[in-house]
């Protein structure tokens, strides 16, 4: 299986501030079409996840420009800036190129 | 609006089975891939299964292979996943939704205890 690794897993980040994820795969994301399925994904206490970026780099609607997806291959980031108190919870990163998709650990971002 | 609402999620004892359901509604379900995605109590997320358009191309995690049956009813847009022989460990809130997880229901939770 791809083995999905994020860091770091904790985050404290003042508001207003930009923070930066990052997230590793255990093998090449890009699939035969070229396209790298990594997705991104945020899950605030208490809420089903939501999500918000797709093929690396693709803003879902409704998701804020402050969110920017960038990587291929192996090594992927996700950024927030100007950080706001509703962007606290825990982001996931996932793969969809090689079943069984599989999810990195999560990394959890607090208000310092 | 999309709206994905599983049921069926309750108590049971190691070795049990249960039967969740998710009603979908708002998009075009028999033209989605659908999946079950689940989440163990303060853990992470993990694919447990996905179904084709058809319902004829099915795929598993591991760990739940030949004990978890996922199928699908086009006519009534509905996913239900059959678990049997459970574990401890199966125990979580399982979601439904399409394969591309552009859409989320609130989940339900399965605890297997005894």
């Known amino acids: 299986d791809v083995v999905m690794t994020q860091s770091p897993l904790s985050l404290p980040v003042a508001l207003g501030q930009s923070a930066s994820i990052s997230c590793r795969s255990s093998?090449?994301?890009?699939?035969?079409?070229?396209?790298?399925?990594l997705n991104w994904f945020h899950q605030r206490p208490g809420e089903s996840p939501r999500r918000l970026i797709s093929q690396a780099s693709k803003r879902d609607s409704g998701v804020p420009d402050r969110f920017s997806g960038s990587g291929s291959g192996t090594d992927f980031t996700l950024r927030i800036s100007r950080v706001e108190a509703g962007d606290v919870g825990v982001y996931y990163c996932m793969q969809g190129t090689d079943w069984p998709w599989t999810f990195g650990q999560g990394t959890k971002v607090e208000i310092k | 609006e999309v709206q994905l609402v599983e049921s069926g999620g309750g108590l049971v004892q190691p070795g049990g089975s249960l039967r969740l359901s998710c009603a979908a509604s708002g998009l075009t379900f028999s033209r989605l891939w659908m999946a079950w995605v689940r989440q163990a109590p303060g853990k992470g997320l993990e694919w447990v299964a996905i179904i084709n358009q058809a319902g004829d191309e099915k795929s598993y995690v591991d760990s739940v292979r030949g004990r978890f049956i996922i199928d699908r009813d086009n006519a009534q847009n509905s996913l239900s996943l059959h678990m049997t022989s459970l574990r401890v460990e199966d125990t979580a809130i399982y979601y439904c939704g399409p394969s591309s997880l552009d859409y989320w229901g609130r989940g339900t939770l399965v605890t297997v205890s005894s």
């Open positions: 093998q090449s994301l890009v699939y035969s079409d070229g396209i790298s399925y």
